[in-house]
Antibody, heavy 119, light 106 residues
Framework: QVQLQESGPGLVKPSQTLSLTCTVS??????????WSWIRQPAGKGLEWIGR???????NYNPSLKSRVTISVDTSKNQFSLKLSSVTAADTAVYYC???????????WGQGTLVTVSS | DIQMTQSPSSLSASVGDRVTITCQAS??????LNWYQQKPGKAPKLLIY???NLETGVPSRFSGSGSGTDFTFTISSLQPEDIATYYC????????FGQGTKLEIK
């Protein structure tokens, strides 16, 4: 079955760019009618959708983050990536990647990766 | 933005109890509502989609109902392994989640 795994630096300095990659295994990122999303969760808090990408490269972002977010896909590597610019301490969170059904739910999710913004 | 309000924010119940969590949307979202279970240190897991459809492999003690703005998630007989935080999520207009309901054993 499809599995997702996030990777990237666990510590980012304020004002810099957070970069994460999600590797999809057990199936092709290009097969089926799915989007691929990034979602984050600050410690002890709720879930916030960041954005999604279709394998055509078409993207949609949370309006509250749109000015700072870029999501891209590399179908040859079966990966998609997140870049979040000008980070502050408020961007400290566990970041998840997830397959997103056209019909609107997230399944499965990666295990998540903690990114801390600190100097 | 569609706001999702869950209640209660925390809940303590005994094994075998019937547990109910509610989720209210700030506007009509039809049945575009999903429920997830998140255990400590783990990623959320899809339990219910389209308000009332049980995901494959999820125990039948879990159920969901509702449409429009008011939704309910029920565990018919609480088991120790159900200790988790539960989230609702709408997909009528992008995606937003409720703030979560932390379920504990009494």
């Amino acid at each position: 079955q499809v599995q997702l795994q996030e990777s990237g630096p666990g510590l980012v300095k304020p004002s810099q760019t957070l970069s994460l990659t999600c590797t999809v295994s057990g199936g092709s990122i290009s097969s089926g009618s799915y989007y691929w999303s990034w979602i984050r969760q600050p410690a002890g808090k709720g879930l916030e959708w960041i954005g999604r990408i279709y394998t055509s490269g078409s993207t949609n972002y949370n309006p509250s983050l749109k000015s700072r977010v870029t999501i891209s896909v590399d179908t040859s590597k079966n990966q998609f990536s997140l870049k979040l610019s000008s980070v502050t301490a408020a961007d400290t969170a566990v970041y998840y990647c997830a397959r997103t059904f056209i019909t609107g739910w997230f399944d499965p999710w990666g295990q998540g990766t903690l990114v801390t913004v600190s100097s | 933005d569609i706001q999702m309000t869950q209640s209660p924010s925390s809940l303590s119940a005994s094994v075998g109890d019937r547990v109910t969590i509610t989720c209210q949307a700030s506007q009509d979202i039809s049945n575009y509502l999903n429920w997830y279970q998140q255990k400590p240190g783990k990623a959320p897991k899809l339990l219910i989609y389209d308000a009332s459809n049980l995901e494959t492999g999820v125990p039948s003690r879990f159920s969901g109902s509702g449409s429009g703005t008011d939704f309910t998630f029920t565990i018919s007989s609480l088991q120790p392994e159900d200790i988790a935080t539960y989230y609702c999520q709408q997909y009528d207009n992008w995606y937003t989640f409720g703030q979560g309901t932390k379920l504990e054993i009494k």
